[in-house]
T-cell receptor, first 114, second 114 residues
Framework: AQSVTQPDIHITVSEGASLELRCNYS??????LFWYVQSPGQGLQLLLK??????LVQGIKGFEAEFKRSQSSFNLRKPSVHWSDAAEYFC????????????FGAGTRLFVKA | NAGVTQTPKFQVLKTGQSMTLQCAQD?????MYWYRQDPGMGLRLIYY???????DKGEVPNGYNVSRLNKREFSLRLESAAPSQTSVYFC?????????????FGPGTRLTVT
């Protein structure tokens, strides 16, 4: 069965510092992988996705993620965090069987300090 | 282009009452989804509809029913609300061809059952 683990419930970084959010997945085949962001009181917005090809994918707002099959990981990175990046981040894995079902991780809340 | 809309935004029910959450999308997507979001648990899939005329259970379907009224609309019904159904409910839609699998989310409905 598919599953997604985000080991960090919350992370605090200083504005301007680099960020890495961890994500590990379990899936039998090549996964479809996503990172979504949720600002307070809002729905989720897609940051980036990986289906195949180049294992380093670029997303919106300066985010990138790297797919590492050997580690079953899809970590999200940003070189310099802005205060507006404070939000909750969800990693997700999907399959195309019977429609397209996506399993979400529990989320990592990012706090940014001045 | 409104994207995914949900009504109502907030609702308070007493135990045993029923209600229907409405969702509509204007992106001509084939697939639609209902999730619930609870603290520390990420998003859990309640039901999904891979295409008009079909619906399937997700991870946590008990206590809910759905109707895919047409391609645009996908409603979620609570027949007899219970306090355990207090949650934030999100509707989402996606296309499921040509690698367009990312989901677009509505703003959510915050439901409290007393």
């Amino acid at each position: 069965a598919q599953s997604v683990t985000q080991p960090d419930i919350h992370i605090t970084v200083s504005e301007g510092a680099s960020l890495e959010l961890r994500c590990n997945y379990s899936y039998g085949a090549t996964p479809y992988l996503f990172w979504y962001v949720q600002s307070p009181g809002q729905g989720l917005q897609l940051l980036l996705k990986y289906f195949s090809g180049d294992t380093l994918v670029q997303g919106i707002k300066g985010f990138e993620a790297e797919f590492k099959r050997s580690q079953s990981s899809f970590n999200l990175r940003k070189p310099s965090v802005h205060w507006s990046d404070a939000a909750e981040y969800f990693c997700a894995v999907g399959s195309g069987t019977g429609g397209f079902k996506t399993i979400f991780g529990a989320g990592t809340r990012l706090f940014v300090k001045a | 282009n409104a994207g995914v809309t949900q009504t109502p935004k907030f609702q308070v029910l007493k135990t045993g009452q029923s209600m229907t959450l409405q969702c509509a999308q204007d992106m001509n997507h084939n697939s639609m989804y209902w999730y619930r979001q609870d603290p520390g648990m990420g998003l859990r899939l309640i039901y999904y509809s891979a295409s008009e005329g079909t619906t399937d259970k997700g991870e946590v379907p008990n206590g809910y029913n759905v109707s895919r009224l047409n391609k645009r609309e996908f409603s979620l019904r609570l027949e007899s609300a219970a306090p355990s159904q207090t949650s934030v409910y999100f509707c989402a839609s996606s296309e499921t061809w040509d690698s367009k699998y990312e989901q677009y989310f509505g703003p959510g409905t915050r439901l409290t059952v007393t």
